[in-house]
């Protein structure tokens, strides 16, 4: 007899055990969703929440081979007797790389592409994508090269083209990563619309502190592939481990009050003098002929840890590849230790810099991860005794160690994104440059390989582009604002994170670790951890 169910989806029992794995990932998973509910799913990297939603979507067991047990009910259909095409239009789906998602090589292209493969009429292909970029505020984007969009731009494209499906279940995979602060306030406020209007939406997002603002009307907390907590949003604030989850400063300063403090002191020492790298004047423009960058002059010194900031599109990549070669500037010039950029490879740039991208999909290749590893070390002429210490090291840094013998392209996001940095800091180089390091990273490990890396003798200097402001809060000695293709700010993240002014100009969204160090920095005199906050607050009381 078929069973019916008033819930869009239901996931009865559902294990899964990847075939190259020896445990599973998901095990005996249950829960329903209700029309026009908002699940926020939470969890640290690599509990099972994304390969929850390739269980949804029917990616699993179509493309991710393994032992499946227990159902996935699509409006009261068992979905492992429906085509993959007819879950396309039930279910939406956005990764959490775009890359991956993206196949048009124009804008308009991308987001008709699922409705072009629904065989619907020309004319009301051309109205919902024009509906859809409308609705999204990214109009101006339609006849873009999807190439030459930012990370952030491309994550709208990407959604813009699930949601001109008009599916009733909408899954989104940590859909914040690559968005500037006020671009993920404004994709939550579409996403709570969505759920109002009908939608049925299981929101996998590690910035929990975010979710929080549209009170999600449940929560998924996972732990070793198992649900821990299945709940209200108030419940869950009680279970949710912070060193896991990112909470709000308050919360955290509350309970790391009563848990010791790991010592921590930096090994990059800024002398505030020896220039590594110069930006002179640097101006650039895409063959397209829109101009990125405008007139840019910044020093990266010994002994800096730079945080930039800035929103989706204002040229943050761009002026960072233009460190390591990989662009070359219309005007003015880029020395690196004293040599334009124009007169040397990007392979010897890579002896100084060493550059983690964006998306791990532009880095990762090897058959397995030592090998990834050992990659760069090998070309740069290491010997095998330096590189094999150097890959150990680097594993642990990054907490992949265990995964030595994993293709890295199986591995989670936040797994390849670890990778990906491990790559980099097995080889050694003088300045570690980083695009967006912590996206898709739960709090724990954001943490502990951020403190690893800079307890890592070696590095001159580090850069990295982040949206994260607390990451700048927490890490930085400076801050660079950048707008428009401009420098707007650049200081001590204790001089320039006090100007909301500038932080709204630069789509900044003051979080509740910048409050709460604003509040405290008479006594503090610089910006802390919420963690260190605690303590720091405690040791004054006594």
């Given at each position: 007899?078929?069973?019916?169910?008033?819930?869009?989806?239901?996931?009865?029992?559902?294990?899964?055990?990847?075939?190259?794995?020896?445990?599973?990932?998901?095990?005996?998973?249950?829960?329903?969703?209700?029309?026009?509910?908002?699940?926020?799913?939470?969890?640290?990297?690599?509990?099972?929440?994304?390969?929850?939603?390739?269980?949804?979507?029917?990616?699993?067991?179509?493309?991710?081979?393994?032992?499946?047990?227990?159902?996935v009910?699509?409006n009261?259909?068992?979905?492992?007797?429906?085509?993959?095409?007819?879950?396309?239009?039930?279910?939406?789906?956005v990764?959490?790389?775009?890359?991956?998602?993206?196949?048009g090589?124009?804008?308009?292209?991308?987001?008709?592409?699922?409705?072009?493969?629904?065989?619907?009429?020309?004319?009301?292909?051309?109205?919902?994508?024009?509906?859809?970029?409308?609705?999204?505020?990214?109009?101006?984007?339609?006849?873009?090269?999807?190439?030459?969009?930012?990370?952030?731009?491309?994550?709208?494209?990407?959604?813009?083209?699930?949601?001109?499906?008009?599916?009733?279940?909408?899954?989104?995979?940590?859909?914040?990563?690559?968005?500037?602060?006020?671009?993920?306030?404004?994709?939550?406020?579409?996403?709570?619309?969505?759920?109002?209007?009908?939608?049925?939406?299981?929101?996998?997002e590690?910035?929990?502190?975010?979710?929080?603002?549209?009170?999600?009307?449940?929560?998924?907390?996972?732990?070793?592939?198992?649900?821990?907590?299945?709940?209200?949003?108030?419940?869950?604030?009680?279970?949710?481990?912070?060193?896991?989850?990112?909470?709000?400063?308050?919360?955290?300063?509350?309970?790391?009050?009563?848990?010791?403090?790991?010592?921590?002191?930096?090994?990059?020492?800024?002398?505030?003098?020896?220039?590594?790298?110069?930006?002179?004047?640097?101006?650039?423009?895409?063959?397209?002929g829109a101009?990125?960058?405008?007139?840019?002059n910044?020093?990266?010194?010994?002994?800096?840890?730079?945080?930039?900031?800035?929103?989706?599109?204002a040229?943050?990549?761009?002026?960072?590849?233009?460190?390591?070669?990989?662009?070359?500037?219309?005007?003015?010039?880029?020395?690196v230790?004293?040599?334009?950029?124009?007169?040397?490879?990007?392979?010897?740039?890579?002896?100084?810099?060493?550059?983690?991208?964006?998306?791990?999909s532009h880095?990762?290749?090897?058959?397995?991860?030592?090998?990834e590893?050992?990659?760069?070390?090998?070309?740069?002429?290491?010997?095998?005794?330096?590189?094999?210490?150097?890959?150990?090291?680097?594993?642990?840094?990054?907490?992949?160690?265990?995964?030595?013998?994993?293709?890295?392209?199986?591995?989670?996001?936040?797994?390849?994104?670890?990778?990906?940095?491990?790559?980099?800091?097995?080889?050694?180089?003088?300045?570690?440059?980083?695009?967006?390091?912590?996206a898709?990273?739960?709090?724990?490990?954001?943490?502990?390989?951020?403190?690893?890396?800079l307890?890592?003798p070696?590095?001159?200097?580090?850069?990295?582009?982040?949206h994260?402001?607390?990451?700048?809060?927490?890490?930085?000695?400076?801050?660079?604002?950048?707008?428009?293709?401009?420098?707007?700010g650049?200081?001590?993240?204790?001089?320039?994170?006090?100007?909301?002014?500038?932080?709204?100009?630069?789509?900044?969204?003051?979080?509740?670790?910048?409050?709460?160090?604003l509040?405290?920095?008479?006594?503090?005199?610089?910006?802390?951890?919420?963690?260190?906050?605690?303590?720091?607050?405690?040791?004054?009381?006594?």
């Amino acid at each position: 007899m078929a069973q019916f169910t008033q819930f869009p989806l239901s996931v009865q029992n559902l294990t899964f055990q990847y075939r190259t794995r020896e445990q599973p990932a998901i095990e005996d998973v249950s829960f329903d969703l209700h029309a026009g509910e908002l699940l926020l799913v939470a969890g640290s990297s690599g509990c099972g929440k994304t390969t929850l939603i390739r269980c949804i979507n029917g990616l699993i067991p179509r493309s991710y081979k393994g032992t499946l047990s227990g159902r996935v009910l699509l409006n009261g259909e068992d979905a492992s007797g429906l085509s993959l095409s007819r879950v396309s239009q039930i279910v939406g789906t956005v990764l959490q790389d775009p890359e991956r998602q993206i196949l048009g090589a124009h804008v308009f292209t991308e987001v008709a592409f699922g409705l072009e493969n629904l065989g619907l009429p020309r004319d009301e292909i051309r109205q919902r994508v024009d509906e859809t970029l409308d609705f999204l505020g990214i109009a101006h984007l339609r006849n873009r090269e999807t190439f030459s969009l930012s990370g952030g731009e491309k994550q709208k494209v990407s959604l813009a083209g699930v949601l001109a499906m008009r599916p009733n279940i909408l899954l989104l995979d940590e859909p914040l990563a690559s968005l500037d602060p006020a671009s993920a306030q404004e994709a939550l406020a579409l996403f709570r619309r969505l759920a109002d209007a009908g939608v049925s939406i299981l929101l996998v997002e590690h910035r929990v502190e975010d979710a929080l603002g549209i009170r999600p009307d449940r929560v998924l907390f996972m732990r070793d592939g198992k649900i821990a907590y299945d709940g209200s949003l108030d419940g869950a604030m009680q279970v949710m481990d912070y060193r896991q989850v990112k909470l709000p400063a308050p919360v955290v300063i509350e309970r790391a009050a009563k848990v010791p403090l790991p010592a921590f002191e930096p090994a990059i020492k800024a002398n505030g003098r020896d220039p590594l790298v110069i930006f002179e004047d640097v101006t650039f423009a895409y063959e397209s002929g829109a101009e990125v960058i405008h007139g840019v002059n910044m020093t990266l010194r010994q002994g800096d840890v730079v945080a930039i900031l800035g929103p989706n599109g204002a040229g943050k990549t761009t002026l960072v590849k233009h460190a390591i070669g990989l662009l070359k500037p219309s005007h003015g010039r880029v020395l690196v230790e004293g040599t334009d950029t124009r007169k040397i490879s990007v392979a010897q740039i890579a002896h100084t810099l060493g550059y983690v991208f964006q998306s791990p999909s532009h880095m990762l290749y090897a058959p397995t991860v030592r090998e990834e590893l050992a990659f760069g070390p090998k070309n740069l002429g290491f010997s095998a005794e330096a590189i094999e210490a150097g890959v150990d090291a680097a594993l642990d840094a990054v907490n992949v160690r265990g995964l030595e013998s994993y293709p890295p392209l199986s591995l989670s996001f936040g797994q390849q994104k670890r990778v990906s940095i491990a790559a980099i800091l097995a080889m050694h180089s003088k300045i570690l440059v980083m695009d967006e390091p912590t996206a898709g990273q739960d709090y724990w490990n954001y943490i502990a390989f951020m403190d690893s890396i800079l307890q890592t003798p070696g590095f001159s200097a580090i850069l990295f582009i982040t949206h994260d402001l607390d990451l700048a809060i927490c890490y930085a000695n400076r801050v660079v604002l950048m707008h428009d293709g401009q420098i707007a700010g650049d200081g001590a993240p204790a001089e320039v994170l006090t100007d909301f002014d500038l932080l709204e100009r630069c789509r900044l969204v003051p979080t509740s670790l910048l409050r709460a160090n604003l509040e405290h920095l008479s006594v503090t005199g610089r910006f802390l951890s919420a963690e260190a906050l605690a303590h720091a607050l405690v040791d004054r009381k006594r």
